[in-house]
Every structure is written in C-alpha cells, then in structure tokens.
C-alpha cells in the first residue's frame, strides 16, 4: 500500500527539524507500506492532483482537522490495517491550508467520512505533520509485532 503525506504550502526547506523528522518516520515504514510526502501550492492543487491518481482502487483520503474524529493509536492502527487488507492501494493523508480547509470541502469531507483529527489543540503545520508521520510509523510497528509501541 502507498501512504502520501500531503499538505498545503510550501515544500519544507532543509531547516525545517519537524519535516526531517517526518521524513524519517515514513523511511522507516519502508518494509510495511512504501511511503512519500507530498507539497501542494492551494487545496485545489490537491484536489487536481488526487482525481488523477490511477490504480485499481480509488485513494483513500483523510484530511486532518480539528472538528475531524479522534482515534488511539490502535484504533489509527487497525484503521490502517483493515484498508491494507482491503486491498486500497493508496491512502492519503492532508494537513490543510493555514486558514484551515474551505467550509464546502470540510462538509464534504464530513460527508464521506474523510476528517481526522490529532486532537483539539492547534498545531503548526510542520509540527501536525510530524506527528502524523510518527502515527503512520507507530501503526506499522503494531501492525508487525514490533515493540516500539508500548501501552
């Protein structure tokens, strides 16, 4: 299965710790799903981008927000797991524009089940994808039995 990381704004710079960080998580998921990270300049960059990925299933998409649904670990895990086994190709994951997503994609979002959220608390753009790079590495320890996630 291939995991995307995309986010709206511009391509992290060689300062940037978090999106290092980040970057290491996913290569490190490199024996479970292959795994890269995507930059897009408006969300309708995003949305052209997404309706051209082909394969034989649709891409699953989540977009993070704060009025999305929260999930454990495991419950991030087992999400992920049951998608892999389903035989989905792709999963997206998208940090959204400084400003937030627009009210019709949100809504839309909403619709389809699409909103994820890390927690109530705002984060800085590199920093939420930091953490849900660490969360997609996480999921594939729990998913093989490795020990890195302990309760």
């Known amino acids: 299965m291939h995991v995307t990381l995309a986010h709206i704004g511009p391509r992290a710079t060689a300062k940037d710790e ?4 980040a970057g290491e998580y996913l290569r490190r998921c490199g024996g479970t799903l292959r795994c890269e990270m995507q930059a897009f300049r408006s969300e309708a960059a995003l949305l052209g981008w997404l309706g051209r990925q082909q394969g034989r299933t649709e ?3 989540q977009l993070l927000d704060g009025s999305g649904r929260e999930i454990s670990s495991e419950e991030f895990a087992a999400w992920l797991g049951k998608h892999r ?9 998208a940090v959204g524009p400084a400003d937030g997503w627009s009210d019709a994609l949100r809504a839309e979002g909403k619709r389809r089940g699409w909103l994820l959220s890390l927690g109530r608390m705002t984060l800085a753009h590199s920093l939420a994808r ?3 790079a660490e ?4 999921a594939c320890t729990i998913l093989t039995g490795h020990p890195y996630h302990r309760k």
């Open 85 to 93: 086994d389903e035989g989905v190709q792709h999963v997206v994951f």
């Open 135 to 138: 969360q997609i590495y996480r």
């Open 59 to 61: 891409p699953v998409v």
């Open 130 to 132: 930091l953490v849900i």
């Open 18 to 21: 978090c999106d290092g960080l």
